[in-house]
């Protein structure tokens, strides 16, 4: 039924979780706007969370993995972790305050269970969407046989 494949509940949990992994977060980075050397780099960003969606024009455009929040206007001396959990309070990742290593195994499945209910929830929208849009389309199909 649903041959969009951005409507592939398969493909979008595999998206979705594959950003609970620091390393598959840090591989976004392949460009950044800061040295390793500065407070901000690629890696203190991958390890709060964040993956990497910046164009041309917004070259230090980020999003959280598990609370989808985009930040942007970077300053070198930003502490990542400082700056996720003031911009979104109620992230239950910002709130952890630390690396992938330090998580314990019951917070990790905590997370990917919560992480997975919210890709239901957009899953859900965009059903949602499509069957609307479906919707509209079918009522003009049976408007034009009613007016043959
Ligand atoms: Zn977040």
Known sequence: MFENSNLHLEVFVKESLQYLNEENRRKTFKKWVFTKKEVCN?????EAGFIYTGTKQEP???KCFFC???LDG?????DPWKEHLSH???CS???LQQQQDNITMETFLDLREELLYRTMDIYMDALR???EKAGKAM???ICRILDK
Not at 42 to 46: E, F, G, T, V
Not at 74 to 78: H, V
């Open 139 to 141: 009522f003009k199909d």
């Open 42 to 46: 690629a890696d203190k960003m991958a």
């Open 129 to 131: 969407d499509y069957a």
């Open 60 to 62: 230090d455009s980020v």
């Open 68 to 70: 989808a929040k985009p």
């Open 74 to 78: 970077w300053e070198a001396t930003d």
């Open 93 to 95: 990742f910002a709130k």
């Open 88 to 90: 979104a309070p109620n």
